[in-house]
Nanobody, 124 residues
């Protein structure tokens, strides 16, 4: 069992930056691949970024590529999402997720564990 807790969300102006953190407790976090998803009211949860447990390969949605960076600190059991040059369309609840799988990391059903979410609001 893995428990995930996100933090770092908030209100920021367009062009600004935020760093989200996802702290994990429970089993050895380094064995898990991790992902970030986001959701707005009335829409399905959308893939943002992922990092694999094997080799630390990273994957990004086209909409955030070159603006967002996912990273992990296994010693701290934490995954981060650095978000730069934020746009109003990035406004959403952001969720951290973890899975033992190492493929199809862009698919929400791949993930077994989810955090409670953190709100990110970008004003224009």
């Amino acid at each position: 069992q893995v428990q995930l807790v996100e933090s770092g969300g908030g209100l920021v102006q367009a062009g600004g930056s935020l760093r989200l953190s996802c702290a994990a407790s429970g089993r050895t976090f380094s064995h898990y691949s991790s992902g970030w998803f986001r959701q707005t009211p009335g829409k399905e949860r959308e893939f943002v970024a992922a990092i694999s447990s094997i080799g630390g390969s990273t994957f990004y949605a086209d909409s955030v590529k070159d603006r967002f960076t996912i990273s992990r600190d296994n010693a701290a059991n934490t995954v981060y999402l650095q978000m730069n040059n934020l746009k109003p369309e990035d406004t959403a609840v952001y969720y951290c997720a973890a899975t033992f799988e190492d493929w199809e990391l862009h698919v929400s059903s791949t993930y077994n564990y989810w955090g409670q979410g953190t709100q990110v609001t970008v004003s224009s």
